[in-house]
């Protein structure tokens, strides 16, 4: 079992950063994918950014250029720096452990609120 702690959400004016984190449990945090998704109301979760055991990165296209995914695998955290943040980036944030096929845990959410 995996347990998943986000936390650095809050509200922003646009234009403005936030770097969110996600603690994780657990002994072999390095040999993790982690993910990060977010939903907005009334919409499906998406797919934001994810990095990979050897520190490989991908994200969505709404926020290239603008977040950066990292991890530290000594704190067993990964990381979501958000900047140039827009209003359609409010949602929910969620992170996700992706420990073997079909083992995935998520955490609770921190809620990120852009204003215009």
């Known amino acids: 079992q995996v347990q998943l702690v986000e936390s650095g959400g809050g509200l922003v004016q646009a234009g403005g950063s936030l770097r969110l984190s996600c603690a994780a449990s657990g002994r072999t945090f390095s040999a993790y994918a982690m993910h990060w998704f977010r939903q907005a109301p009334g919409k499906e979760r998406e797919f934001v950014a994810a990095?990979?055991?050897?520190?490989?990165?991908n994200y969505a296209d709404s926020v290239k250029g603008r977040f950066t995914i990292s991890r530290d695998n000594a704190k067993n955290t990964v990381y979501l720096q958000m900047n140039s943040l827009k209003p359609e980036d409010t949602a929910v944030y969620y992170c996700?452990?992706?420990?073997?096929?079909?083992?995935?845990?998520w955490g609770q959410g921190t809620q990120v609120t852009v204003s215009s």
């Open positions: 996700k452990a992706v420990v073997a096929p079909s083992y995935e845990y």
């Open positions: 990095i990979s055991r050897s520190s490989s990165t």
